[in-house]
């Protein structure tokens, strides 16, 4: 059976848990269709206890930065993208989607502690909650839309549903690839009789210099400000071209 509030009102009512489910199935990059999700579970959400719309603790997002973005992100701290998911495991963060991707100048990884104002849902919050599993294990059994969704994701993604906006300041990782090993090895002092040794060694410890991988929290920040930099010298050169013009 349902739960039912004090209000003899459904805590977890069949809407709740397909809009729910329908935004774990996820929308393939759409972002049209994000957005429709969003604003079905942003609707549902609101009549939630507050404490499933609470999150005191950090959070992550993995997010593939492209040239287009750089201004919003870096230059001014707040790019907004509405309603999307985060992370609280680090590690999950991480590996989503891969570390690279072509089309991408970088994946990022944002930490962030959200507002009280960018909480929409903490999924992990509903799902230590005894009526809400019950509640999803009825809708199963109805076979609710987008019931498989659901029951498939739990909280296996450690997933909160944020407004919150992404800021440059707060990414801890920056991912990409490393030069190629000569260059490496130049900038580890390697002498070139050395390198075959070196190679061959750091393969059979499992470990390829060459593969993707991310920064350190400082060497990302580190990144950050060369690009605030270069990225402020060239809207300065514009400005003065224009001027002269």
Known sequence: MDAISSGGILKFPDTLLGAIGAWQRGWREQQDVRIGLAITLLEQAKFLDSKFRTVDFPCYRKRFLHVGELVATIIEDN????????????????????????????????????????????LHALW?????????????QKNGDNADALVHFRDTQGEVILTAPLRGSEIIRLSGTPSFFDDLCDKAGVVPERRDDVWRQLFASGRDPTMPRYTTTEGAQTVIGNVITKIRELLATIREKNSVG
Do not use: C, M, Q
Not at 92 to 113: N, P, S, Y
């Open 128 to 140: 230590s909650d005894r009526d809400f599993v019950s509640a999803v294990e009825s809708y199963k």
């Open 79 to 122: 790019l907004h993208e509405g309603a999307v998911s985060w992370t609280t495991k680090l590690e999950f963060a991480e590996e989503f989607k891969g570390i690279v991707r072509l089309d991408a100048l970088t994946g990022a990884v944002f930490r962030h502690t959200p507002e009280p104002s960018e909480v929409v849902l903490n």
